[in-house]
């Protein structure tokens, strides 16, 4: 909790500071890009959240994986959270100034946590479907999920679908559960 708190108040700085220079959108695709690449690169976020690597070589990877990519904005980000020993938020931050970006903007996040990744023709199937029941402009976020077996759950604001096999089977074993006949035999 402290840990997202502390990136709610990162993201939010860096927000203030992007919009006041014109370049909240740009930050905001350097946010899509951090938040991308350490969540497909499972030994970089580790990287950033080990107490044991010093905070010189944390600071030369992220120059060299962000630093000609990203905006000076984007760039005293990462020297802030490596000089405040706070590194390991990086990808908190990243989220909470996307969030907070879209909700200036007007957009809808629907989130979508599937079993597997879902393919570009299927979130934009499902980006589509969601705009028109929404009536809204919507961010989709996908959360690869393999405990849901299979299926998807969909939560848009404070709705929840969920068509998940997982949800299924546990329906199911509380029909059995319930059921007076399955408990006599």
């Known amino acids: ?38 969540e497909e690169n499972h030994d970089l976020e580790v990287m950033l959240k080990s107490p044991v690597i010093k905070s010189d070589l944390k600071r030369s990877v992220l120059k060299e994986v962000f630093e000609k990519k990203v905006n000076p904005i984007t760039i005293g980000l990462l020297k802030l959270l490596i000089e405040n020993k706070r590194p390991a938020l990086l990808n908190l931050v990243a989220k909470e100034y996307i969030v907070i970006y879209d ?65 299924r089977l546990k329906d199911l074993l509380s029909q059995f559960e319930d059921n007076q006949y399955i408990s006599k035999i």
């Open 1 to 38: 909790m402290v840990g997202t708190r502390a990136a709610l108040r990162y993201a939010r700085a860096t927000l203030n500071l992007a919009k006041e220079k014109g370049l909240a959108k740009e930050v905001n695709n350097d946010m899509i890009l951090i938040q991308k690449t350490i």
């Open 103 to 167: 909700f200036l903007q007007g957009v809808e996040v629907a989130q979508v946590t599937s079993a597997v990744p879902l393919t570009k023709e299927l979130e934009k199937t499902i980006l589509k479907r969601v705009q028109e029941a929404v009536g809204k402009e919507i961010s989709l976020n996908n959360i690869v999920d393999p405990s849901i077996i299979g299926g998807f759950v969909l939560r848009v604001g404070d709705e929840l679908y969920d068509s998940s096999v997982a949800y």
